[in-house]
């Protein structure tokens, strides 16, 4: 076996054997048929693609003696010395521009140019790399191919055209060379290993072709070193894979699974095996996206490979196909966007394994970022975990919803309280629908189709003790009643754990949830009378005291509890510090019309929302967005607004909460206040809202409601009135027994 260089075995000796070039070959032959062969030309493109050959084919095709032909006929003297293998002739010479071009060279060049042929036709110069000729070397070369004798032709071939100066340029032919097809360039290479006898596993050529990147030589080059490496089996996949850097198919089917089931484990120990197998991060990084690539376009073609879209063996492009099936379009995509950019970051990073990581992590958590094609991502994640469930396929996504995900409510005919009716159809909203009634909706909940005058439950008639007072029923889109969240479903394996979220079971600024069926825990809310049984007859009625979620804003205006997801999304577009203090520490705690109480959980977020202007920036966008001036007072809230306020006392609560049905109206001091202890009237009818509940456990003394001043009057009896009672030391020395040693009187 020869031991000369495979690209030099194989360069090719006439037009006809030179692939991917036929732009430039076809022209060349044609103007040789026409005898219309220019004094000068100018090759010019990639290195590795011809360049130089197609020089030397064309001085063959000039001196053969059967010509000007585009067939040389390889038989006279002229073809034989310009061979493959052959040895070269005096009247076709080759120089290196790299090392021969000064003005002194061209100099040179010009005196000898002028002596006719030896024994050819024509007196050819090949001058490669014609671009590293200074200008002084281009200048005094410029009249000799300007005006050349019959018998002088000139072929520059230049990787960089436009470094020749252009009155050069401007009297050569110039011919653009291109990179090879892959598919044309895999081709070549299968004839080449035939021709050698040397077996190639199916997945080893496109390697190659994609090392050599549209390069012949450099890929003849890449296939020479893995044929010299070949034992009796042949070239391998493994041994190229290996020998040439890249990963393992293997490793980048398991990477992209993790990612389509949200496996965290799965994604990091493939990293952990890259690095601890010696392979370059960014090089993964670069196979990583070249396989997502494949994926996109899978997804959006399916029959890619046979349209010749996918370079890859048959078996390859199937467990592709089947990968594209289990990502959503959006979360594609933003993977792939990820991990470019991951792949731009990691040019000069001090650690790539950390970059991997990153990337790995950034892909696996849409959750943790709120840009558009996250919420894609997230709602793909959500419509596969759906199909998963039903299917019985592979494990279903964690997933968390934020407080964009109960805006649902607002819908008007389609949203109701959660836990109610789907609306038939598809899309996001049935997506979020199908994630929050994963659990069996709590007996007793009110549909979306009640109707807007149809009080939740059945009051009981006035006594003398509480006075009458209007009904303010709920709105028929408010929730019922706080209730535990439904429990999130099993995340799948490595996914990452999510903490419980503050306020006893949702996230601050969320709304709760219905208890899905299955739990163990009591439903919190009232049982709501079957459609069947007859109305209470009408009659003056007082306010019952509402679950502790059910709110009517005054005067039908504007409820801020159920517009809050709005809220937050129209001050995330005027100032996003103020948006992550609101969704992650405050919740709406009270509104009475004109003042909206915004509850933090904690003294310190208050603070940091009265002290960095964030008041300022909630209220232009209630007044922007919404088109109301709500004065704005930041309360401390530690509960997370999940625990119910203090049940109101005969009705004659008037704090403007939420529990509080009769806000708005002024508070009523009743003439003689009951006991706390006392027992409800025995006259007062069973009503729906005596839904047996667990044992009763013991609360806190229950402050007094507050009163205004203006309706702060004493009654007659009231013994502080007293005006002879002592006062100042008087008082003093009679009640606590002291002496009074000294008063000092400011006046």
């Known amino acids: 076996m020869s031991s000369l260089a495979l690209y030099r075995r194989y360069r090719p000796e006439s037009f006809a054997e030179v692939i991917g070039q036929e732009h430039v070959t076809d022209p060349l032959q044609q103007a040789l048929r026409n005898n219309r062969v220019n004094h000068a030309y100018l090759f010019s493109g990639p290195r590795g693609c011809g360049k130089t050959t197609s020089a030397r084919i064309l001085a063959r095709c000039l001196n053969c003696e059967q010509g000007p032909t585009p067939t040389p006929c390889g038989e006279c003297q002229s073809c034989r010395d310009l061979a493959r293998n052959g040895p070269g002739s005096i009247d076709v010479i080759e120089i290196d521009a790299a090392s021969h071009g ?57 990787t960089e055209p436009e470094k020749v100066i252009g009155t050069i340029r401007s009297r050569t032919h110039h011919y653009p060379f291109r990179l090879v097809p892959p598919g044309t360039l895999r081709e070549y290479l299968g004839e080449v290993c035939g021709k050698e006898n040397i077996p190639v596993e199916d997945g080893v050529l496109p390697l190659v072709v ?10 003849m080059s890449v296939m020479d070193q893995l044929l010299a490496g070949a034992r009796e089996e042949g070239v391998t996949y493994a041994m190229a894979t290996s020998l040439l850097g890249y990963t393992d198919g293997s490793l980048l089917d398991s990477v992209v699974e993790a990612f389509a089931t949200g496996d965290g484990a799965a994604a990091f120990e493939v990293v952990d095996r890259i690095i601890e197998g010696g392979n370059d991060p960014r090089r993964f990084v670069a196979d990583l996206l070249e396989r997502l690539r494949d994926l996109v376009i899978l997804a959006a073609v399916p029959d890619a490979a046979e349209k010749g879209l996918i370079d890859a063996p048959a078996d390859v492009v199937e467990r592709m196909q089947a990968q594209a099936g289990t990502f959503g379009a959006a979360e594609l995509s933003r993977a792939a966007d990820l991990v470019n950019e991951g792949l731009t970051e990691m040019r000069g990073a001090n650690s790539p394994r950390l970059q991997l990581e990153l990337i790995c992590a950034r892909v696996l958590l849409p959750a943790a970022y709120g840009d ?23 494990p279903a996504v964690g997933y968390v919803p934020g407080p964009e995900a109960h805006a649902g409510p607002m819908a008007g005919a389609v949203g109701g309280p959660a836990g109610g009716p789907v609306p038939p159809g598809g899309g996001p909203a049935a997506a979020r629908a199908a994630v929050r009634n994963s659990g069996a909706p709590s007996a007793g909940l009110p549909t979306a189709g009640a109707g807007a005058g149809t009080p939740a439950a059945a009051a009981p008639p006035p006594t003398a003790a509480e006075p009458a007072a209007p009904v303010a029923s709920p709105p028929p889109s408010a929730p019922v009643s706080p209730a535990p969240a439904p429990a999130s479903p099993s995340p799948a394996p490595g996914a990452w754990p999510t903490a419980a979220p503050a306020g006893g079971g949702r996230r601050p600024g969320g709304w709760p949830t219905a208890t899905p069926a299955g739990t163990g825990q009591p439903p919190a809310t009232p049982s709501v009378p079957a459609a069947s049984a007859p109305a209470p007859a009408p009659a003056p009625q007082t306010a019952a005291p509402a679950p502790a979620s059910s709110y009517a804003p005054p005067s039908g205006g504007p409820d801020p509890r159920m517009l809050w997801p709005n809220i937050l999304e129209a001050v995330k577009n005027r100032r996003r510090f103020t948006w992550i203090l609101l969704s992650q520490n405050a919740q709406v705690a009270g509104f009475d019309g004109t003042t909206l109480q915004i509850g933090f959980v ?24 919404f088109n109301v001036q709500w004065k704005i007072e930041a309360i401390v809230d530690p509960s997370g607004g999940s625990a119910p306020p203090p049940a109101p006392s005969n009705g004659a609560y008037g704090g403007g909460g939420y529990g509080n049905p009769g806000a708005g109206t002024p508070p009523q001091r009743p003439a003689t206040p009951p006991p706390p202890s006392s027992p409800a009237p025995t006259s007062q009818p069973p009503t729906a809202r005596s839904t047996p509940a667990p044992a009763p456990q013991p609360r806190a003394p229950e402050p007094p409601p507050p009163v205004s001043p203006e309706d702060d009057i004493p009654e007659d009896d009231d013994p502080d009135l007293n005006e002879s009672a002592l006062s100042g030391h008087e008082l003093i020395v009679r009640e606590l027994g002291a002496t009074v040693v000294e008063e000092f009187t400011n006046e």
């Open 210 to 219: 994609r090392a050599g990147q549209g390069s012949v030589r450099d890929s």
């Open 602 to 625: 904690n003294a310190g977020a208050r603070d940091n929302f009265a002290g960095s202007g964030s008041e300022d920036v909630l209220r232009q966008a209630l007044a922007e967005q």
């Open 102 to 158: 000064g003005v002194d060279d061209a100099r040179e060049l010009r005196e000898k140019a002028f002596f006719g042929p030896a024994a050819s036709r024509y007196k050819i110069y090949i001058i490669d790399e014609a671009h590293m000729v200074t200008s002084a070397g281009f200048n005094a070369l410029l009249k000799v191919v300007e005006e050349p004798p019959e018998h002088l032709k000139f072929i520059f071939a230049t």
């Open 372 to 394: 558009e094609r996250s919420v894609m991502a997230r709602l793909d994640r959500i419509e596969r975990g759906v199909n998963f469930s039903a299917g019985g396929g592979a």
